[in-house]
């Protein structure tokens, strides 16, 4: 059906035998190669292909060298208004001990950083690589993985998500057991 609404622009409401038009623009974002999950027989190749027609590749924050000085600053002057005090600076050393950072949690890590330096640097808003290492995790440099049976690399977002989905479906299995001795 979606591929359907993708490809004609028509589709049927549920209930209805009338075919409907529409002209909607779809945007799909992903960290994934889907390329490969095509190639895996994880992803439908037809469902690619419709949605690949203007691809947009955005690497992950630490490939873009110097876009985190300038982002920085940004960030940094647009804290610096919402909460009426001066703009950090980073020193030259500081510069560097960002620039090596990997920033697992990409840009937005890079923008909560700068807003707690804002909020909870002194008066001297010279921000220096000590002062930085404070607020730069210190064992996260590196995300988790875990290679799975088909030697695919899993990260600990995808491990809790399998938790969390696992212990949902053993409580709904739970509630089933109890409803049904109490019936």
């Known amino acids: 059906r979606l591929l359907r609404v993708l490809e004609n622009g028509e589709f049927i409401k549920v209930g209805s035998s009338k075919v409907q038009k529409t002209d909607v623009r779809v945007v799909a974002a992903t960290n994934v190669n889907l390329l490969v999950k095509v190639e895996q027989g994880k992803f439908r190749e037809d469902l690619y292909y419709r949605l690949s027609t203007v691809p947009i590749f955005v690497p992950p924050l630490r490939e873009r060298g110097k876009d985190i000085e300038l982002l920085f600053r940004k960030f940094a002057t647009d804290f610096a208004e919402k909460y ?20 697992p949690g990409n840009i937005r890590q890079l923008k909560n950083l700068v807003e707690q330096m804002s909020v909870l640097s002194s008066e001297n808003k010279e921000i220096t690589a000590d002062t930085l290492s404070h607020y730069i995790p210190k064992d996260s440099n590196l995300p988790a993985l875990y290679k799975d049976q088909n030697m695919e690399n899993i990260t600990e977002r995808e491990i809790l998500y399998k938790i969390l989905f696992d212990l949902r479906k053993d409580v709904n299995d739970l509630k089933k057991i109890v409803l049904e001795s109490t019936a």
């Open 84 to 103: 009426r005090v001066k703009p950090i600076a980073l020193t030259d050393d500081a510069r560097e001990v960002l620039l090596k950072y990997r920033f």
